[in-house]
């Protein structure tokens, strides 16, 4: 119930192409979905955030789509470029509950030059 | 601010002795949480920490593993005796209170990598 079901684990893709990295849940209490990016060496860093009440938030080139019914959710980046390689965690949190954020297992994106 | 700070960003250890992991917070976050990650399990919440009180230590391994938050600006992991299978990199993380945010998240220190042998 409280978890975060990410896939793929990694993901290669062109420059230039659209990485796709998809995430499913079960609590339907979650009412927050962050997306964290990973650097090597560095610790995961907000990237975007959606809440279930909008069914796609934009920011540049990085777009999450949310499907409530579904209880799925995805980060697509558009136009991925070299810099875009890195791990990415897809979360869910219940905002002011236990203020917990769950995080999925992580997909590891390389994008090709 | 320059953002969470942890120390020592790495540590190499000899199984059975005490480790210490130290993180400051960013200033004025009330929560403080402590992660395990490994390739094998990913981002695993060991405990959190909200005004300096421990609210939820169910993630915490074992008894081996013991956290404290003496006060708002410094927070240590400690392992003793210390495990192989410890070998990971921890992560502090703070946030503020999500009620008073629109776009809520945690701003995650560096790290520090553990292995122990």
């Known amino acids: 119930q409280q978890q975060v079901k990410q896939s793929p684990q990694s993901l290669i893709v062109q420059k230039g192409g659209i990485s796709i990295i998809n995430c499913a849940y079960e609590n339907t209490a979650f009412d927050y979905f962050p997306w964290y990016q990973q650097f090597p060496g560095k610790g995961p860093a907000l990237l975007i955030a959606?809440?279930?009440?909008?069914s796609e938030k934009k920011e540049g080139r990085f777009t999450i789509s949310f499907n409530k019914s579904a209880k799925q959710f995805s980060l697509h980046i558009m136009d991925s470029q070299p810099g875009d390689s890195a791990t990415y965690f897809c979360a869910a949190s219940i905002r002011g509950r236990d203020d917990k954020i769950i995080f999925g297992k992580g997909t590891r994106l390389h994008i090709l030059p | 601010d320059a953002g969470v700070i942890q120390s020592p960003r790495h540590e190499v250890t000899e199984m059975g002795q005490e480790v210490t992991l130290r993180c400051k917070p960013i200033s004025g976050h009330d929560y403080l949480f402590w992660y395990r990650q490994t390739m094998m399990r990913g981002l695993e919440l060991l405990i959190y920490f909200n005004n300096n009180v421990p609210i939820d230590d169910s993630g915490m391994p074992e008894d081996r593993f013991s956290a404290k938050m003496p006060n708002a600006s410094f927070s240590t992991l400690k392992i003793q005796p210390s495990e192989p299978r410890d070998s990971a990199v921890y992560f502090c993380?703070?946030?503020?209170?999500?009620?008073?945010?629109?776009?809520?998240?945690?701003?995650f220190g560096s790290g520090t990598r553990l292995t122990v042998v």
């Open positions: 993380a703070s946030s503020s209170d999500p009620r008073r945010q629109l776009s809520y998240g945690y701003t």
């Open positions: 959606i809440r279930p009440d909008v």
